[in-house]
């Protein structure tokens, strides 16, 4: 009997030790067990921007280089870069001695010929009071037939020779015309009012238009500019005429909000940017233009500036959005965040997504306003947790 009990009261000793071992492993791994710290975001509303970056170029709008027409020597250079012009203003003057001299030329040879239109207007009205008398005298057959045709052979050329010289007036005028014209060529004029943005002559250059007419100085107007765009070919299918557009310069890169400047799509060129004939070697990335104008009244944007450009595909104004870091994608259960519940526990929810920006996207479904979502989690060693029973 006493054997028994023993036995009975080892047996509990033994399952109170178990019980024991087991409670002090089960803390210690729950001491040792990492806990999770979440990184959370709430659900807020902004405005979400589906958008297509590229770079770009400012050039004016409208602008003209204005090149020179007949060779000579600059004597004058009346205008430096940045000086504003007004159309029909003296921009340069190109030595005329040679042109003057050719109009010179033209009208002593214009002259000389005049002159002998006149003797020859004399001769052909003699010719014509000889070959009158010639005929009233053959009807008395006081003259032979042969002195009437002689007569009329002679009115006849001095007539021929008489157009003869009006022919080559008409043409002598017609050089003249174009030595005058390339006479005024040497005082060079401003084609329109604007701003002369680059020079590429000075005074004493001898300018040869021969062969192509060389580029003296452009003038530009400032108060529009054209931003040629470089987008990739990944991404030019996404952009189309008429979608807005803004962009900002690098010049306001260190400010806290830099100046924006808003406008819409104006064309899309269908040639690459790369190759205009065509051609665009396979190691190359293709880039397509893409054009867009914007008002430039105070003369902020300049020339050659780099712009930073965002086409704006899509957008959701005052939508609820959550960061794409929340969102886990999942081809059969559709994209889930996990959202924060009031004992701290993460659950999976279930969402209906719309427009993305780089960094938000709209939520259409599954969501309210402040709830918070998490964006990422870290893994802490230590605390003691204690069992629930």
Known sequence: MKGGKRKGAAAVAAGVAVVVAVLAGTALWQQARPTVAYQTEAVARTDVEATVTAIGTLQPLSYVDVGAQVSGQIVRLAVAPGDPVAKGDLLVEIDPSVQRAAVDAGRASLAGLRAQLAEQQAQARLAGQQLARQQALILHRATPEEAVQTAQANHAVALARMAHL????????????????????????????????????????????????????????????????????????????????????????????????????????????????????????????????????????????TAQVVFVTDRAAQALAVPLAAVQEDGSAGPQVRVLDARGQARPHRVALGVRSRHQVQVLDGLAEGERVVVGETAQAGGLRWLQW
Do not use: C
């Open 166 to 305: 009006k022919a080559q007036i008409d043409q002598t005028q017609a050089t003249l015309q174009a030595d005058e014209a390339r006479l005024g060529y040497t005082r060079i004029y401003a084609p329109m009012t604007g701003t002369v943005v680059a020079v590429e002559a000075r005074a004493g250059q001898t300018l040869n238009a021969a062969y192509q007419t060389p580029n003296v100085l452009r003038i530009a107007d400032l108060s529009a500019m054209t931003v040629w765009t470089e987008v990739s070919e990944a991404d030019v299918r996404r952009v189309r005429p008429g979608m807005a557009v803004y962009f900002t310069t690098l010049g306001g890169a260190g400010q806290a909000r830099p100046r924006r400047w808003h406008s819409t799509v104006r064309q899309v060129l269908p040639a690459p940017a790369a190759s205009p004939a065509g051609a665009v070697p396979a190691t190359k990335t293709v880039v397509y233009t893409v054009l867009f104008d914007v008002d430039n009244a105070d003369e902020e944007l300049m020339p050659q500036m």
